[in-house]
């Protein structure tokens, strides 16, 4: 526990009302995910998520206080804790609280480096399974730009310093979309504005003309061979613990870049999406990544959660997407020598594009459990959850060769406005999922005000953080190349036009700032 969180337990009240650890709870058993997760979980990698809300004012503290609780409140599903449990039990249990036993929000000092030790804190601090909510909300303020502020994401016209609002979620409990809405209910009762989702994005069903060969497998989870691995690359100074990270956690770089320009869409249907785009450029960081380091060319296959819950206020709160594979391999070995090229074949890159947009329709439209009938069966209640926990991390452990290259979550466009009235509405909202091993690297995106947010998140395991600031540029790269030109045909560039600033965490929480990898102009 660090000295910015708070006490777990509310003090006792001998006259009051009984504290929230002694009112009655409800319990319910952990669905299969959580299960799972809780199975896993190690010290060196906490399992945590991170977002980030960059807002051009500052909130009041007491009115953003009372606004988060309540907006906790009135959704009862994340003010839960793990109920006490024994070995020889059957389940593992949430209990629902109903009221928070912590006060999740914490303000901490000021200070030119106040962000970067709150970024370390997301990804090193997990917060606590046993106190009510799993969640913590930190308000840092920022300096007026260009005194101790990195970029000008969070300042106003006027220079003034913004906040961020810095929130880390414990993912056994649940994922960044829920506390998402969370976060857009708290802002509706902070400012009063209307902070209703907006509506889905209509999208004309079919296939586009010209769309994908026949012979492209209709899912693309096919594997044939296992999943290629990302090179690792950790210099001698990382094993150290002066001046290097040490294997321990995860690193992060957040950035933003340039939406990737698409083809008009023809009768409504677009060729590809951006998140289909997104897609290929992780695929090209990968294969780039390996080829530069002299790994053999092997299938890529790449997680992608799909999230269909609804947006509402009716939004059911925990861990609820659904995870698909998305594989690159026998169609993409033909092309292996051009889409690993300096820059990549705008050609074969046209190709990538039209075959992946037809395997994400695919598998966006086909039914599914979020992790599979084998961890349906893994978590079924007849063993107890001890010798479940060492049965599922024996075959984790085991199916390590098999798992996935990567994973890539793209949040795509903030359904809510997030306006917090006199604090405004963000300028910049940044996600990060955890990058344990084996895969030791996760790419998250969101798009705000037309720019791709980026944050890749790696374990030091795998990489240290000048390698991972590296694959970051290469990252922005391949996606400038998936980046439709007007007048080119199927032809992609890599046309570079935009400059600005990176910021790099590390597990201490060392922020360095590099010039942002060049994109392409939407």
């Known amino acids: 526990m660090t000295a910015l969180q708070p006490a777990r337990r509310e003090p006792p009240a001998e006259d009051g009302p009984p504290r929230a650890a002694d009112r009655p709870v409800r319990r319910i058993p952990f669905p299969v995910v959580d299960e799972i997760t809780r199975h896993c979980l190690t010290d060196d990698e906490p399992e945590t998520v991170h977002i980030e809300v960059h807002l051009p004012g500052r909130p009041d503290p007491d009115r953003l206080r009372a606004a988060f609780r309540e907006a906790l409140c009135r959704h009862p599903r994340i003010l839960m804790r793990q109920a006490p449990h024994r070995w020889w039990r059957r389940r593992y249990e949430w209990e629902l609280t109903g009221v928070p036993d912590v006060d999740p929000v914490v303000f901490p000092p000021p200070g030119p480096d106040a962000l970067e030790r709150a970024r370390e804190r997301a990804l090193a601090d997990c917060p606590p399974l046993?106190?009510?909510?799993?969640?913590?909300?930190?308000?840092?303020?920022?300096?007026?730009?260009?005194?101790?502020?990195?970029?000008?994401?969070?300042?106003?016209?006027?220079?003034?310093?913004?906040?961020?609002?810095?929130?880390?979620?414990?993912?056994?409990?649940?994922?960044?979309?829920?506390?998402?809405?969370?976060?857009?209910?708290?802002?509706?009762?902070?400012?009063?504005?209307?902070?209703?989702?907006?509506?889905?994005?209509?999208?004309?069903?079919?296939?586009?003309?010209?769309?994908?060969?026949?012979?492209?497998?209709?899912?693309?989870?096919?594997?044939?061979?296992?999943?290629?691995?990302?090179?690792?690359?950790?210099?001698?100074?990382?094993?150290?613990?002066?001046?290097?990270?040490?294997?321990?956690?995860?690193?992060?770089?957040?950035?933003?870049?340039?939406?990737?320009?698409?083809?008009?869409?023809?009768?409504?249907?677009?060729?590809?999406?951006?998140?289909?785009?997104?897609?290929?450029?992780?695929?090209?960081?990968?294969?780039?990544?390996?080829?530069?380091?002299?790994?053999?060319?092997?299938?890529?296959?790449?997680?992608?959660?799909?999230?269909?819950?609804?947006?509402?206020?009716?939004?059911?709160?925990?861990?609820?997407?659904?995870?698909?594979?998305?594989?690159?391999?026998?169609?993409?070995?033909?092309?292996?020598?051009?889409?690993?090229?300096?820059?990549?074949?705008?050609?074969?890159?046209?190709?990538?594009?039209?075959?992946?947009?037809?395997?994400?329709?695919?598998?966006?439209?086909?039914?599914?459990?979020?992790?599979?009938?084998?961890?349906?069966?893994?978590?079924?209640?007849?063993?107890?959850?001890?010798?479940?926990?060492?049965?599922?991390?024996?075959?984790?452990?085991?199916?390590?060769?098999l798992a996935s290259t990567t994973l890539l979550s793209n949040i795509g466009r903030i359904p809510y406005p997030l306006d917090f009235g006199d604090a405004g509405r963000p300028t910049a909202v940044w996600f990060s999922a955890p990058a344990r091993m084996p895969r030791g690297l996760t790419v998250t995106t969101v798009s705000v005000g037309g720019r791709v947010q980026l944050a890749l998140r790696w374990s030091h395991a795998l990489l240290d953080d000048e390698a991972g600031a590296r694959l970051g540029a290469l990252f922005a790269q391949s996606l400038a190349a998936t980046s439709w030109t007007p007048g080119a045909g199927e032809d992609h560039t890599g046309r570079t036009d935009h400059t600005g600033r990176t910021d790099r965490t590390d597990g201490t929480g060392r922020t360095g700032g590099t010039n942002r990898p060049e994109g392409t102009a939407p």
């Open 130 to 401: 046993d106190a009510s909510p799993p969640v913590r909300l930190e308000v840092v303020e920022r300096g007026q730009v260009g005194e101790g502020s990195e970029d000008g994401a969070s300042a106003d016209g006027n220079g003034n310093g913004g906040t961020v609002l810095l929130v880390t979620i414990n993912h056994t409990a649940l994922d960044g979309p829920a506390c998402l809405r969370v976060l857009a209910t708290a802002a509706q009762l902070y400012g009063g504005a209307d902070n209703s989702p907006a509506p889905p994005p209509v999208r004309a069903p079919g296939v586009p003309t010209g769309g994908a060969p026949q012979d492209t497998p209709p899912l693309g989870g096919h594997r044939l061979a296992r999943p290629v691995r990302i090179a690792a690359e950790r210099g001698p100074r990382s094993a150290g613990s002066q001046g290097g990270s040490s294997a321990r956690g995860n690193g992060m770089l957040i950035t933003e870049l340039p939406v990737p320009a698409r083809p008009p869409r023809v009768d409504g249907v677009a060729a590809f999406t951006v998140n289909d785009q997104l897609l290929v450029a992780t695929c090209l960081m990968v294969a780039r990544w390996n080829h530069v380091h002299g790994r053999p060319s092997a299938p890529v296959v790449v997680t992608m959660p799909v999230d269909d819950r609804p947006r509402g206020t009716d939004m059911p709160i925990g861990n609820g997407t659904r995870l698909v594979s998305v594989g690159f391999g026998p169609e993409e070995e033909q092309d292996a020598a051009l889409l690993t090229a300096d820059p990549p074949d705008p050609a074969a890159v046209a190709r990538l594009l039209r075959r992946t947009a037809a395997r994400t329709r695919s598998l966006k439209a086909a039914p599914g459990s979020q992790l599979g009938l084998g961890a349906a069966l893994l978590t079924a209640p007849v063993l107890p959850v001890g010798a479940r926990g060492v049965l599922t991390r024996a075959l984790r452990t085991a199916a390590a060769p």
